[in-house]
């Protein structure tokens, strides 16, 4: 099945740095979403991204569905502690069991020490 | 304004014990999810129910049965539990299989098999 590689696995911030991670697949998407998973609650979500070469930002966060339709990205600017949490992308396609998530492993933000 | 709700939030078993976790969602949406998440595996699909009266398996599903109740509840059971399936479950429901707003999910279950 359709595998999603989302990196980096965990990263540090410190207040007021820039965060970006990706997701890539070996198979076109027609619709990428990011999660944000607060620790002990479930994933919510951020972005939805619909169209290959979409840009679309949620406050200071900013999406892209890649043109290749096989990636996605996410930028956080000018991050503050409660950025930190799990971040999970996820691709989608139609009809059937396609239309599933598909979930990437994750991007752990935490506070550098 | 409740969303998923999953019940119970904590649960420990001993090996071979049998349990069943319940989810319920009041946002009238047809499709409904079971994931387990492991440190460092991301969020598997265990069961889904695409609408009432259908079920169908995911990536997980050895060792889990579910059922879809009615619209609004879908339950997995464990029936013989085992050390590996210690995990964090979640439920999820969308308005379809194909919705284009992705998934609402619940807290969690954080279950302990020793």
């Known amino acids: 099945g359709q595998q999603l590689n989302q990196s980096p696995q965990s990263m540090f911030i410190q207040e007021g740095e820039d965060v970006s991670m990706n997701c890539t697949s070996s198979?076109?998407?027609?619709?990428w979403l990011w999660y944000k998973q607060d620790p002990g609650e479930g994933p919510v979500l951020l972005i939805a991204l619909y169209k290959a070469g979409e840009l679309t930002s949620n406050g200071r966060l900013t999406a892209q569905f890649g043109i290749t339709r096989k990636d996605s990205f996410l930028n956080i600017s000018a991050s503050i502690p409660s950025d930190v949490g799990i971040y999970f992308c996820?691709?989608?396609?139609?009809?059937?069991?396609?239309?599933?998530?598909?979930f990437g492993k994750g991007t752990k933000l935490s506070v550098k020490p | 304004n409740a969303g998923v709700t999953q019940t119970p939030k904590f649960q420990v078993l001993k090996t071979g014990q049998s349990m069943t976790l319940q989810c319920a969602q009041d946002?009238?949406?047809?499709?409904m999810y079971w994931y387990r998440q492991d440190p460092g595996m991301g969020l598997r699909l265990i069961y889904y129910s695409a609408s009432e009266g259908t079920t169908d398996k995911g990536e997980v599903p050895n060792g889990y049965n579910v059922s879809r109740l009615n619209k609004r509840e879908f339950s997995l059971r464990l029936e013989s539990a085992a050390p590996s399936q210690t995990s964090v479950y979640f439920c999820a429901s969308s308005g379809s299989q194909g919705s284009l707003y992705g998934y609402t999910f619940g807290s969690g279950t954080r279950l302990t098999v020793v």
């Open positions: 198979s076109i998407f027609n619709t």
């Open positions: 946002m009238n949406h047809n499709s």
């Open positions: 996820a691709g989608q396609n139609y009809g059937g069991s396609q239309g599933n998530l598909i």
